[in-house]
């Protein structure tokens, strides 16, 4: 059983639960052509997106007594998202296991879902991100060549003369399933560029907690520290970025460690809320 502070349902008690809770906040953490090709709706036929734009927001403005429903593409980032919610006061709160991946599995993409728009072509998922099984080197998805020729990078694993490698420059840009297809390629997670920052600063860099929450599920050092002994979590206190912040506190992320100069996030923290989470975890550390 689940010791998770929120719900984590299968597709067929997805399929229940949202029958039975028809006022719920209905949120797709995919990216906007996966949303666009069909998503999960609740019993109203709402459906909306959630990203690292949008969440602030929804978390600030929306009823606590509001029930939510998170899908993603495997059920990874929507554990950090309901996470975030629960955090945030949100009494009911659940998500898909396996993802939208697994509602289309269990044959319920035709049923509680928002259809592709007329003339459309579906919008193939791209891989889990995982090592190749095998020592072949694995086919280039056509998607993700086209954008690596677009960014001018040669293959998946080149960089640019500041040592950014595809996977740091696509964590920059938020661009989700890229990062996921560049992880299916082998890409390394552990690269670091000429500051000494991996792909999971650019992704905090880009406010994006669900892809913060990916690289770190494919095994991103969440404690790295770069040439000034900065980690992503003093960068996202110092920058005012408190989504990045929780989500990284929520992933285990140790708020103790501190620069060369002796400073830790907390001493880093540039806003109230920041501040406030970092003491809630020093407080729970304690």
């Given amino acids: 059983m689940s010791t998770a502070p929120y719900q984590r349902l299968t597709?067929?008690?997805a399929q229940a639960w949202l029958a039975a809770h028809p006022?719920?906040?209905?949120?797709?953490?995919?990216?906007?052509?996966?949303?666009q090709a069909g998503a999960i709706r609740g019993a109203a036929g709402q459906c909306q997106r959630l990203d690292g734009r949008n969440h602030e927001p929804l978390?600030?403005?929306?009823?606590?007594?509001?029930p939510v429903f998170i899908c993603c593409y495997h059920g990874n980032a929507s554990q950090t998202y309901a996470a975030m919610f629960v955090d945030f006061g949100f009494g009911q709160v659940a998500d898909l296991i396996g993802g939208y991946e697994a509602w289309q599995r269990a044959g319920l993409a035709g049923n509680g879902v928002v259809a592709a728009a007329e003339g459309a072509a579906p919008v193939a998922a791209l891989p889990t991100p995982t090592a190749p099984a095998s020592a072949e080197v694995p086919v280039v998805d056509p998607t993700l060549a086209a954008w690596l020729q677009q960014q001018g990078f040669a293959d998946a694993h080149s960089a640019t003369r500041h040592g950014n490698t595809p996977l740091m420059h696509a964590a920059w840009r938020g661009e989700a399933a890229i990062v996921a297809a560049l992880l299916a390629q082998g890409a390394d997670i552990t690269a670091v560029n000429h500051d000494g920052n991996t792909a999971l600063w650019l992704a905090c860099v880009a406010n994006d907690p669900a892809l913060v929450a990916t690289l770190v599920q494919a095994g991103a050092a969440i404690d790295h520290a770069n040439l000034t002994g900065a980690t992503c979590l003093m960068y996202a206190a110092s920058s005012s970025k408190p989504a990045i912040v929780q989500a990284l506190l929520?992933?285990?992320?140790?708020?103790?460690?501190?620069?060369q100069d002796d400073f830790s996030a907390l001493d880093m923290a540039a806003s109230l809320d920041c501040l406030q989470l970092l003491r809630a975890a020093q407080r729970r550390a304690a």
């Avoid at 949120?27 to 052509?33: I, K």
């Avoid at 929520?250 to 620069?259: E, R, V």
């Fill in 11 to 13: 597709a067929q008690q």
């Fill in 250 to 259: 929520t992933l285990g992320a140790n708020p103790a460690l501190t620069t």
């Fill in 23 to 35: 006022d719920a906040l209905v949120l797709d953490a995919r990216d906007a052509a996966a949303h």
């Fill in 59 to 66: 978390l600030m403005g929306q009823p606590r007594q509001r």
